[in-house]
């Protein structure tokens, strides 16, 4: 077996690739084990890249904006700490590492250079997996641990017994499959600090001594009511206040709004139905009702989109569609329930103009588009489709093949997805090599999962 050499060490790849061969137990060590290894170097990878796309660096002392893995592990937090033992940059923004970590790397490579095959294995398999994006393997671990509501994936990890390593940081239990604890390595999640169930309790305490009621939902225009927005809770419990009764309101990280409403003002609570197609303006609300959450545990991160803008996809293709992925309308039109609008417009972004509301009003597929949204109703030609159920019989019509149970190894797929619990139905891309999402999210519980391809 030839010895695949290590990238440069100012790469993103050849940074990694060191970081793994200092941090993972080596093939000389007592106890190594190279299949549970394997499964050590997907986690610590996986920490990279959540990291990545947690979308707040200095959480993890990385600069503003970074958005490569190797900005993380050359973190340096106040007071000189660093988030990877031995890895910095020095003053020319060169990657540097300390002598005990170069120790250790040369120690395994001098191994494999002279022939040992199971050095060999061990930075072949690194260097493997260093060169594209992997599932993470925690990312099915219980969403609360010892009471702690945690984000669903791995953000850490320590030597084993060391702690976690304070402030947020909670242990991955060893019961769990596969184990928190691998091959002398202790792996931590972090706390959802977004929670409800968190907010909540902090806004039950602080309400009972205000002049207010606090609300967390999402917004939109109350169009039956000129001045008055709707506070969507729930899919059955939406909230019509006026706007000059709203004291204050703080965006959340997951979309949504706490919102301060003066107690004993005048407010409706509304039930979204439908009186028929015939205009009554309650019909926008089919637009804005909200999903369930869906899983985000393997959401394509930007490192992933900006990997596959690498190869230069082809136009009009299922993989430039993942490549224009952007998680935003290009239009800034931003409702609570973004499935079709934003993968629509990332449709649009590559090549697919006909999705247009100029090129499709008309046509028998398309109903409905992201200026409805606005505030008053404003037609605009380079609208996007908004409607999940709409997108899906343009799948129908462009596919040239289609199944029903999740595809591995076939590239990427365009998906529908629709359950009982929720109408409206849902759409994504879906990578089959590496299981990336390219979407807001999936809901892989859901009862009917429908793949496209063309």
């Known amino acids: 077996m030839a010895l695949i050499p290590l990238d440069d060490v100012n790469t993103d790849d050849g940074c990694i690739q060191r970081l793994l061969l200092a941090e993972a137990r080596g093939p000389k060590a007592s106890g190594y084990d190279f299949d549970e290894t394997k499964t050590v170097i997907q986690a610590m990878i996986a920490v990279l890249q959540n990291r990545v796309g947690y979308n707040s660096p200095s959480k993890f002392c990385a600069p503003r904006g970074s958005s490569l893995r190797m900005n993380y592990v050359t973190a340096v937090c106040a007071g000189g700490a660093q ?5 910095s940059l020095d003053s ?5 590492i300390a002598q005990p970590q170069l120790d250790t790397i040369n120690g395994i490579l001098t191994l494999a250079q002279q022939g040992d095959t199971d050095c060999v294995s061990h930075i072949n398999m690194i260097v493997g997996y260093s060169k594209s994006s992997v599932a ?5 671990i219980p969403s609360v641990i010892d009471g702690n509501q945690v984000l669903r994936g791995v953000y850490g990890w320590r030597t084993a017994g060391s702690g976690t390593g304070g402030g947020t940081y909670v242990q991955i239990p060893a019961g769990n499959n596969p184990s928190g604890v691998l091959q002398g390595i202790q792996f931590t999640t972090i706390i959802d600090e977004s929670s ?5 309790a902090l806004i039950d305490q602080l309400t009972a001594l205000s002049n207010v009621r606090s609300f967390i939902g999402y917004q939109t225009p109350d169009h039956n009511f000129n001045g008055r927005i709707l506070i969507i809770q729930d899919i059955d419990e939406f909230y019509s206040v006026n706007k000059t009764d709203i004291l204050n309101e703080i965006l959340l990280p997951d979309g949504r709004y706490l919102i301060d409403v003066r107690r004993q003002s005048i407010g409706l609570k509304v039930r979204p139905f439908i009186i028929g197609k015939d205009g009554s303006s309650l019909l926008d609300l089919t637009d804005h009702l909200i999903p369930p959450l869906p899983d985000m545990s393997n959401n394509a991160s930007s490192y992933d989109i900006a990997r596959i803008n690498e190869s230069n996809p082809l136009a009009k293709s299922l993989s430039s569609v993942a490549a224009n992925w952007t998680n935003a309308c290009d239009l800034g039109m931003t409702p609570p329930n973004n499935c079709a609008h934003y993968l629509s417009n990332a449709f649009i972004k590559a090549g697919y103009t006909e999705l247009l509301r100029k090129n499709s009003e008309g046509l028998g597929i398309f109903n409905a588009w992201c200026d409805s949204l606005a505030t008053p ?6 609208a996007r489709p908004i409607r999940a159920k709409e997108m899906w019989t343009w799948f129908k019509q ?9 595809p591995s ?3 990427f797929w365009a998906v529908f997805q629709w359950d009982p619990s929720y109408s409206g139905g849902h759409v994504l891309v879906y990578d089959s090599n590496t299981k990336l999402v390219y979407g807001t999210g999936a809901y892989w519980g859901w009862q009917n999962q429908y793949f496209y391809k063309w």
């Open 83 to 87: 988030q990877f033992r031995g890895f």
């Open 92 to 96: 020319n923004g060169d990657v540097a």
């Open 136 to 140: 993470d393997p925690y990312s099915g």
């Open 196 to 200: 409800a169930r968190q907010i909540r």
């Open 377 to 382: 109703p404003n037609k605009n030609d380079n």
């Open 398 to 406: 462009m596919k040239t093949s289609e199944q029903t149970t999740i």
């Open 409 to 411: 190894n076939q590239g």
